[in-house]
């Protein structure tokens, strides 16, 4: 267990830290579900690890719970697509709040729920990769 996160995020101040830390979180588009029945998305992908000095990643769920409906935008059609996120933003509203996920190359999903309820939760420890994630100017 040494190194893993498992944070949780139960109010929209909460989402900027956890959005920080979910920062290029990769995983295939077929790796990304909504079960209607549990008002639940996972995303079951890699995470780069942030807060380490080396670069490192490991595998991550960040599952959205509580939720109402959830849209995609730009959805690839192949499952193998792998998809970047960028960030996670909330929004609170009168009747419900708003998630939204942003995802390199323009993807992104939009999930109405009742309350902000997001964990992510690290499945394994911490592993060294090559590469750093680039951010060029856009």
Do not use: Y
Not at 15 to 29: G, H, I, T, W
Request: net charge neutral.
């Amino acid at each position: 267990m040494k190194g893993r996160l498992h944070l949780r995020a139960e109010d929209a101040e909460d989402v900027p830290a956890l959005s920080a830390l979910a920062q290029d979180f990769v995983a295939r588009a077929a790796d990304i579900g909504f079960d209607m029945r549990a008002r639940r998305l996972v995303l079951l992908g890699n995470r780069f690890c942030w807060e380490t000095r080396r670069p490192m990643r490991t595998r991550t769920a960040l599952v959205l719970s509580s939720l109402l409906r959830v849209k995609r935008r730009n959805w690839p059609a192949d499952g193998e697509t792998v998809l970047e996120l960028l960030a996670i933003e909330a929004e609170e509203g009168e009747e419900a709040v708003t998630l939204r996920l942003h995802f390199a190359g323009g993807a992104a999903i939009r999930a109405e729920a009742e309350c902000v309820d997001l964990l992510l939760d690290d499945l394994a420890d911490p592993v060294p990769t090559p590469r750093k994630p680039v951010h060029r100017p856009g």
